[in-house]
């Protein structure tokens, strides 16, 4: 088989809206997502039905000894695209984008296969595999509503962005509970107080990064990366002056406890 190789790019919920529920309890939503230059690479290969992880920069090692290893077999979303599309393949997967961060990246990794098998105009089928697939697929810029099967394309726009990729995994099915329990905090993100609550560690992460910078930091889909973006642009120039940040670079730090990741990334068109 001839290796191919694509790219993955994360996925940045920039905000989110829970507009209701569907009779199977699944949540409704209306957000703006964008595409951004953190990516994983994603090469079919001929070992059928298995997915080898590559981790380059070892953030993903790190979270593994955590929280456990990432799925290398069929329960792998990569590896069920394979099947759903019967593709007779398997993937090697180089890792960067950290699991459980609320960026999208075994949902980007599951587009990727989609855009390699050229089964870009399977968004049905995308759907099924997963409620953030279809926005992956697609790339870019856009408003995102339903479960996340329904995408309208948004007119592009060069932004950049500080992600704090931090050391804690948001189970996303948990916080969605929670929100019915504690609702919204009108912050952009209706699942901001749902994922504080569920986890005292990215609390206390939230708090240290908003002392530390002096800004208003946001909150990427269900946790656990935050963002600054560009609507504050002294308070993201300072951030990036003082983290020693320019672009596309990214740093390691320890912020009174908390081992954090901090890239600095584009909005991308696939």
């Known amino acids: 088989m001839e290796e191919?190789?694509?790219l993955a790019p994360a996925k940045l919920t920039k905000t989110l809206?829970?507009?209701?529920?569907?009779?199977?309890?699944?949540?409704?939503?209306?957000?703006?997502m964008v595409t951004v230059s953190l990516y994983d690479e994603v090469t079919l290969t001929s070992d059928q039905g298995n997915c080898d992880i590559v981790d380059p920069e070892g953030y993903v090692t790190f979270l593994e000894r955590r929280f456990g290893q990432i799925p290398r077999d069929r329960r792998n979303i990569g590896v069920q695209v394979l099947e759903v599309l019967?593709?007779?393949?398997?993937?090697?997967?180089?890792?960067?984008?950290?699991?459980g961060a609320g960026l999208g990246g075994g949902s980007s990794d599951a587009a990727a296969v989609f855009r390699l098998l050229g089964k870009e105009s399977e968004l049905t089928i995308a759907a099924q595999i997963g409620s953030d697939v279809p926005f992956c697929v697609v790339g870019g810029r856009a408003r995102v509503s339903g479960i996340g099967e329904v995408i309208v394309p948004l007119p592009f726009l060069e932004e950049e962005f500080l992600l704090f990729m931090t050391p804690v995994l948001c189970p996303t099915?948990?916080?969605?509970?929670?929100?019915?329990e504690v609702g919204s905090d009108n912050s952009g993100n209706d699942l901001l107080r749902?994922?504080?609550s569920v986890s005292s560690e990215l609390q206390q992460v939230f708090e240290n990064l908003r002392k530390s910078l002096d800004a208003e930091v946001k909150m990427a889909g269900s946790g656990s990366t935050f963002f600054l973006d560009q609507s504050d642009k002294d308070a993201f120039d300072s951030a990036c002056l003082k983290l020693g940040l320019h672009e596309d670079s990214?740093?390691?730090?320890?912020l009174l406890g908390s081992d954090l990741v901090i890239k600095r990334v584009k909005s991308v068109l696939l």
């Open 17 to 32: 809206s829970i507009v209701g529920s569907r009779d199977d309890g699944l949540h409704l939503i209306e957000s703006e």
């Open 4 to 6: 191919r190789v694509e």
């Open 86 to 99: 019967g593709a007779k393949a398997g993937l090697k997967i180089l890792k960067r984008i950290p699991f």
């Open 194 to 196: 749902a994922s504080l």
């Open 173 to 180: 099915g948990a916080i969605y509970r929670k929100f019915d």
């Open 250 to 254: 990214s740093v390691r730090i320890n």
